[in-house]
């Protein structure tokens, strides 16, 4: 079953740029990642982390070798395929992107809109709901210039779970936050996890949170050098 291992790669070797230009960024990647499980990749600046999470999470072309998300082959695929298959992601990236004329609410409601969920009520519920979780219940009326970092960084993090993804791809989402923010953030996506199958897959520089994830992975030079349990 394709939420058995929701991620797939295999083969993967990817390039930018042309000509003399041309750098390979990632050699002969493979990784399965388990569903409901918590993934993170490491390794030092320009080892291919983000490549490879932008590649699993639809956001780029695969040009060699194979992806399968959620039991579908990225490699080739059209693009109604890959919206269809963006609307069971969420994505948490460093640069929040939040919507500055939109207040904190308003910013995670538009996580659900995507989603194309209809009932406005239940979608505020949800909304609402989330972001008390990440402990933003005081906060949901402000816009982003009115937040912290951490705070932003959380209605990011809510935007993404709101409508219950089934695989969440982030990159760096502790990296603006306190340890304690940051530890609650990576427990309520183990907790996703466990509670509804929520898989993650996630970049990480931050060292705090390495003991609470259930897979470590090291890439280094675009290959993977390490994968452990810690
Ligand atoms: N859009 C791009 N155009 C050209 N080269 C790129 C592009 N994106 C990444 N690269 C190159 O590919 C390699 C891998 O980059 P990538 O961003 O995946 O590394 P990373 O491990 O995520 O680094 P960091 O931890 O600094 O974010 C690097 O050599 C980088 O310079």
Redesign the pocket.
């Known amino acids: 079953m394709a939420e058995d291992v929701p991620v797939e790669v295999s083969g993967l070797n990817h390039w ?2 042309r000509g003399e230009a041309r ?1 390979q ?1 990632l050699f002969d990647v493979n990784l399965k990642v388990s569903g409901g499980s918590l993934t993170v990749l490491v ?10 999470l932008t590649l699993a999470g639809c956001l780029r072309d695969v040009q060699e070798g194979s992806v399968r998300l959620l039991g579908q082959e990225l490699k080739g695929a059209q693009s109604d395929l890959q919206r269809t298959l963006r609307r069971r992601l969420g994505f948490i990236f460093q640069a929040h992107n939040l919507h500055g004329s939109l207040t904190a609410l308003q910013n995670v409601l538009m996580g659900l809109q995507v989603h194309g969920r209809s009932d406005p009520q239940m979608q505020t519920k949800a909304a609402r709901h989330t972001l008390t979780l990440l402990g933003l219940g005081d906060r949901m009326d402000y816009l982003p210039d009115n937040l912290s970092g951490g705070q932003k960084q959380r209605v990011a993090v809510a935007r993404a779970l709101v409508g219950n993804p089934d695989v969440v791809f982030a990159d760096e989402p502790t990296a603006a936050l306190d340890r304690e923010s940051g530890a609650t953030v990576v427990q309520m996506l183990k907790r996703l996890g466990q509670v509804r199958g929520t898989t993650t897959v996630m ?1 990480t ?1 931050d060292n705090r949170i390495l003991e609470l994830v259930d897979r470590i992975v090291t ?1 280094e030079d ?1 290959r993977i050098v390490n994968d452990t349990a810690p």
């Open positions: 930018f740029g750098k960024a390794g030092p600046s320009g080892s291919g982390k983000t490549t490879l970049v520089h890439l675009g």
